[in-house]
T-cell receptor, first 114, second 112 residues
């Protein structure tokens, strides 16, 4: 399995500001995904990060609120824009290969918006 | 509409006994199913998966059973150990290029 480093591990942010979360993998991967886990809820897929093109967003998530970059096969960023307390969640990066079914996760970023 | 359901928020099992975690799904298009284990302040760790064309997959102490007609799967852990205490998530997917749909998780507590 790949080693996935996610930064920051946690942050407390003021409402109205933005936070960029980084995900670095130690090997090239085909697929990179971003998930959110709100308190007491399951993990919800935000988007698929596509290398060199715009991310593919799930229903209920939009690029203006969650811009994503993926410049190469080992790195991606997720920005949470114009934050409100409702954005307080754990954000998780996940990676995998398109031909395999297993997906592996970073340790997550615990975001608190005050 | 929750496509993957874990109806037991928590489960308590005595050390050495069998732990059985259950999961139901509604989407017949799911091609494979996975179980993840999560400790506090860590990301989910992949445990075991099963393809929709199989009904059982075993890896050491972990066995996953799939009943497609009932749209039900279960994870068996035997024997249960103290280190197994964690939150277990059931997940389903349509292929490696697709993201996963997760249940809400079951908190397994192994009692000495």
């Amino acid at each position: 399995s790949a080693v996935i480093s996610q930064k920051p591990s946690r942050d407390i942010c003021q409402r109205g500001t933005s936070l960029t979360i980084q995900c670095q993998v130690d090997s090239q991967v085909t697929m990179m995904f971003w998930y959110r886990q709100q308190p007491g809820q399951s993990l919800t897929l935000i988007a698929t990060a596509n290398q060199g093109s715009e991310a593919t967003y799930e229903s209920g998530f939009v690029i203006d609120k969650f811009p994503i970059s993926r410049p190469n096969l080992t790195f991606s960023t997720l920005t949470v824009s114009n934050m409100s307390p409702e954005d307080s969640s754990i954000y998780l990066c996940s990676v995998g290969q398109a031909e395999n079914t297993e997906a592996f996760f970073g340790q997550g970023t615990r975001l608190t918006v005050v | 509409d929750q496509q993957v359901k874990q109806n037991s928020p928590s489960l308590s099992v005595q050390e050495g006994r069998i732990s059985i975690l259950n999961c139901d799904y509604t989407n017949s298009m799911f091609d494979y199913f996975l179980w993840y284990k999560k400790y506090p302040a860590e990301g989910p760790t992949f445990l075991i998966s099963i393809s929709s064309i199989k009904d059982k997959n075993e890896d050491g102490r972990f066995t996953v059973f799939l009943n497609k007609s009932a749209k039900h799967l279960s994870l068996h852990i035997v024997p249960s150990q103290p280190g197994d205490s964690a939150v277990y998530f059931c997940a389903a997917g349509g292929g490696g290029a697709d993201g996963l749909t997760f249940g809400k998780g079951t908190h397994l507590i192994i009692q000495p």
